[in-house]
């Protein structure tokens, strides 16, 4: 079995589709057919279903797709320990994110990392939700994703806190709240919201829609948006309100304002994942920097 042919198994799995894939992997469709029918007959059975119109694994498929993951990955590390052999770490680390919750740790760690191991190649991959990044790490599509930790971690995935804030309202300047002080969250109820997609992917619109549960109603969806920072403008706009943490105060559009919680306040920790069993150089290096700028943050709960 050749490593390009886990490459093309890997790629058909991701795209389902064999040009998007040939075209990923700088190859003509055919070639790339015939490598998947080699692996196939090298497996001794099909590894996609194929008709004119999709492409499909086959539970053959969905059983090597990990592994397939962990191999190449593996390769990959073992590369860059030969090239690190020397003493200076080298290699390339991918780092998932979304949200407002990394426009200040993020840039930071960046600055370090490049500073300390100017070998090391970042990629930044956007747009990563909470439950996205926990499956992207799984699987090893990610080295490591910055995610809202609201749930416990299942091995061989560990995570790190790096921050909290806790969570408030914002809404129109010209609201009947805006100014307001601290308010209970019962009275946002018949309020339109401006929210995340409700797929389960975000922790924020997860938390949101709890504190609404909490409150004895569920939020009225004006209108979901995938990026927080729209959000934020269509709120500044008076499309409606939204549930947010305080870390967006420094960077709320002029016609949006931050009103406070009643009670108890709700602290949401945000944080760092990765797979223990990614053995990475670059991984180590970028975990080492994490460490120094921001220190471990005292355990007193929340979320």
């Known amino acids: 079995m050749e490593v390009r042919w886990l490459e093309a198994f890997v790629?058909?799995?991701e795209e389902m589709h064999f040009g998007r894939a040939a075209a990923r992997l700088h190859m003509a469709q055919s070639p790339l057919s015939q490598v998947i029918r080699r692996l196939e007959r090298e497996v001794g059975t099909p590894l996609f279903v194929r008709s004119?119109?999709?492409?499909?694994?086959?539970?053959?498929?969905?059983?090597l797709l990990p592994y397939a993951y962990r191999t190449l990955r593996t390769l990959a590390n073992a590369m860059d320990a030969a090239r690190s052999a020397e003493g200076v770490p080298t290699g390339r680390i991918s780092l998932g994110f979304s949200g407002v919750h990394n426009h200040q740790t993020l840039p930071r760690i960046t600055q370090s990392l490049r500073r300390d191991f100017p070998s090391i190649e970042l990629r930044l991959e956007g747009g990563v939700r909470t439950f996205d990044g926990i499956r992207m790490v799984r699987n090893g599509d990610l080295d490591?994703?910055?995610?809202?930790?609201?749930?416990d971690l299942e091995p061989p995935l560990a995570g790190r806190e790096i921050s909290r804030q806790h969570v408030g309202c914002v809404v129109p300047a010209d609201h009947p709240l805006a100014g307001r002080g601290p308010i209970p969250v019962r009275r946002l109820r018949g309020e339109p919201f401006v929210m995340g997609p409700v797929d389960g992917n975000s922790s924020m619109t997860v938390v949101a829609r709890q504190l609404c549960q909490s409150a004895g109603f569920l939020p009225d969806v004006a209108q979901t948006v995938s990026d927080p920072f729209l959000i934020l403008s269509m709120v500044a706009a008076g499309v409606g309100v939204t549930l947010v943490t305080s870390e967006v105060i420094p960077i709320l559009p002029a016609s949006a304002v931050w009103v406070e919680l009643e009670g108890e306040p709700v602290i949401f920790r945000h944080g760092v994942i990765?797979?223990?069993?990614?053995e990475s150089v670059p991984l180590r290096a970028f975990l080492t920097?994490?460490?120094?700028?921001f220190p471990a943050v005292e355990d007193t709960g929340g979320l």
């Open 274 to 278: 990765w797979s223990e069993e990614n």
């Open 144 to 151: 490591a994703a910055f995610i809202g930790l609201i749930s």
């Open 52 to 63: 004119t119109r999709s492409v499909a694994l086959t539970g053959a498929g969905e059983a």
């Open 289 to 293: 920097v994490l460490d120094r700028v």
């Open 11 to 13: 790629a058909v799995a």
